[in-house]
């Protein structure tokens, strides 16, 4: 389950870089890590690490570490209580293998700004997601709407396979439906990303199973 973990650590490093780049901001990958130099968007980190055993100040150095710094500790093995870092959440990564899609409607992209813009206001995430983002060959928004045309929920998918699930949300009282159209959407190809323990349930219903535990620090 380790490589499974890189992969989707990876993945969701790489979401990360795409999303602070829209935002003006250029990351640095190698071997330890995904960081960026400023501070990160709002909900997102300041550092991805991609393999376990990451030396902690090395780390910290890479990146402004001073209030709101937050570090994805892929693998749940750092300390940075030391450096004046909290445990913010823990969560587990996830991942489905290709596997035949369910009988539920897959979702639709989300093309032009206008529409970006509605689903972004329905997402919660403001002017977090730029239009940028749409002309990005490794980023697919995805909609779901219903018999009205009314928008029920979205996600986004990342890479070009494995495909990181993220930003799931959907304003029906079953959370599974969501999980569930992401899968009708792709089921040829791997899906990962992570969940906290609220919505993992749902995610572990449609499919997905569980590859290792993560963390997520902040300096308060």
């Known amino acids: 389950m380790l490589d499974d973990v890189r992969t989707a650590a990876r993945d969701n490093a790489e979401w990360c870089d795409i999303v602070c780049g829209s935002h003006g901001l250029a990351g640095r990958t190698d071997a330890d890590a ?11 980190p300041d550092a991805v690490t991609l393999r376990p055993g990451v030396d902690a100040g090395a780390l910290l150095a890479r990146i402004d570490a001073g209030p ?16 004046g870092f909290r445990v913010l959440f823990d969560a587990r990564w996830i991942h489905r293998p290709p596997s035949p899609p369910p009988a539920d409607e897959p979702l639709t992209p989300v093309t032009s700004a206008d529409d970006l813009a509605v689903w972004a ?100």
Do not use: Q
């Open 121 to 220: 206001a329905a997402h919660g995430g403001g002017k977090l997601f730029r239009p940028t983002l749409l002309a990005d060959p490794r980023v697919r928004v995805l909609a779901r709407h219903d018999g009205r045309g009314v928008l029920t929920g979205g996600a986004v998918l990342s890479g070009d396979g494995p495909y990181g699930v993220s930003n799931l949300f959907t304003r029906t009282d079953n959370p599974r439906d969501i999980w569930r159209a992401v899968c009708a959407t792709v089921s040829d190809a791997p899906l990962v990303g992570y969940e906290t323990t609220p919505d993992l349930a749902a995610a572990l219903a449609a499919g997905f199973t569980t590859t290792g535990p993560l963390r997520v620090w902040l300096r308060a």
């Open 68 to 83: 709101g710094a937050s570090v994805k500790d892929s693998f749940a093995d750092l300390d940075l209580s030391g450096y």
């Open 34 to 44: 995904w960081s960026v130099p400023h501070r990160s968007p709002p909900w997102y």
